[in-house]
């Protein structure tokens, strides 16, 4: 059985469309956080955030599966609507968030096994704290 990272991701849009702020981390299968990034970007909407820290995880994941060989990997975000739509649930409207959603599911078909799973915002509290000033 391979050894399981997870990952963590999680965005915000101060309003709502506002500054975007992106948070994710990584840990590694003994529990320490071995990647951390935050970031304060431009002018976008909750969901661009979500999507675009589920991108920078998905840049690190598939560097590691080079530099490490990552081979499994459990990805958890509090946005159901990203969650979903990268699952395949929930069709996808928006042209911008296509095009991050093809670039993530190119990122991680690199990785053998891989999922990504809803969690409530209590269980992402680390996660979502990076995504604050």
């Given at each position: 059985m391979?050894?399981?990272?997870?990952?963590f991701f999680?965005?915000s849009a101060?309003?709502?469309?506002?500054?975007?702020?992106?948070?994710?981390?990584?840990?590694?299968?003994?529990?320490k956080?071995?990647?951390e990034y935050?970031?304060?970007?431009?002018?976008?909407?909750?969901?661009?955030?979500?999507?675009?820290?589920?991108l920078?995880?998905?840049?690190?994941?598939?560097k590691?599966?080079?530099?490490?060989?990552?081979?499994s990997?459990?990805?958890?975000?509090?946005?159901?609507?990203?969650?979903?739509?990268?699952?395949?649930?929930?069709?996808?409207?928006?042209?911008n968030?296509?095009?991050?959603?093809?670039?993530?599911l190119?990122r991680?078909?690199n990785i053998?096994?891989?999922?990504?799973?809803?969690v409530?915002?209590?269980?992402?509290?680390?996660?979502d704290?990076?995504?604050?000033?």
């Open positions: 391979s050894e399981i990272y997870e990952g999680d965005g101060i309003p709502n469309p506002g500054t975007m702020r992106i948070g994710c981390y990584l840990k590694d299968p003994d529990g956080v071995i990647f935050k970031q304060t970007l431009g002018f976008g909407t909750n969901n661009e955030a979500e999507y675009t820290a589920l920078v995880l998905s840049d690190h994941l598939q590691l599966t080079v530099t490490k060989g990552l081979r990997v459990k990805i958890f975000g509090d946005s159901q609507l990203v969650v979903n739509q990268i699952n395949g649930k929930y069709k996808i409207n928006k042209e968030l296509k095009y991050l959603h093809g670039i993530i190119s991680l078909k053998e096994d891989w999922s990504i799973t809803h409530y915002r209590e269980k992402n509290k680390q996660a704290g990076l995504t604050r000033k």
